[in-house]
């Protein structure tokens, strides 16, 4: 089974800070990728797939890079709608979702 | 507009059975392979099944809910089901389904998710 390890588990942030969460691969999955973002009581939200392929709709302060096992989500210029927890996802084989960066308030 | 509802979700006793609903609507339902994801009180989302486009391809669970649980889908009805035997307290989660975008890839469209208590 494939695992995924992502950092940090929290993050503590202010308006309009750049922001780095790091999402790595137990074994290489390509850019078989996707990044979601959830808010309490509410389903995921799709962000970025293929590592790095903005979803429509997605603002473009979401950014998405890496391939094989590290990956990165950024965050350039966090608004008060972005603090959320977000959770990595591979699909190179069936589906398995890191634990999860909740993102607060400083 | 694309449209996921589950339903059926409850309070069952350990050992005891559940189905799952998820009507969807807005989108072609037999051209877009499916799934189930669930998340316990306060932890992360976990993967439960996925099934194709027209279940004749691919039928995939993940292994702690193997022999227990069943995906399946009626394309007539656009709907998906998760049929869930021998429910432990650990089952206890909210449960989503979720559209691939493409075939076995990724969750562009989620349900509300339906509460599922397994508590004696």
């Known amino acids: 089974d494939i695992q995924m390890t992502q950092s940090p588990s929290t993050l503590s942030a202010s308006v309009g800070d750049r922001v780095t969460i790091t999402c790595r691969a137990s074994q290489s999955i390509s850019s078989w990728l996707a990044w979601y973002q959830q808010k309490p009581g509410k389903a995921p939200n799709l962000l970025i797939y293929k590592a790095s392929t903005l979803e429509s709709g997605v603002p473009s302060r979401f950014s998405g890079s890496g391939s094989g096992t590290e990956f990165t989500l950024t965050i350039n210029g966090l608004q008060p709608d972005d603090f959320a927890t977000y959770y990595c996802q591979q699909y190179n084989t069936y589906w398995t979702f890191g634990q999860g960066t909740k993102v607060e308030i400083k | 507009e694309v449209q996921l509802v589950e339903s059926g979700g409850g309070l069952v006793k350990p050992g005891g059975s559940l189905r799952l609903s998820c009507v969807a609507s807005g989108f072609t339902f037999n051209s877009y392979s499916m799934n189930w994801v669930r998340q316990a009180p306060g932890k992360g989302l976990e993967w439960v099944a996925s099934i194709s486009s027209s279940s004749s391809s691919y039928i995939y669970h993940a292994d702690s809910v193997k022999g227990r649980f069943t995906i399946s889908r009626d394309n007539a009805k656009n709907s998906l089901y998760l049929q869930m035997n021998s429910l432990r307290p650990e089952d206890t989660a909210v449960y989503y389904c979720?559209?691939?975008?493409?075939?076995?890839?990724?969750?562009?469209?989620w349900g509300q998710g339906a509460l599922v208590t397994v508590s004696s």
């Open positions: 979720a559209r691939d975008k493409y075939t076995s890839s990724f969750g562009d469209y």
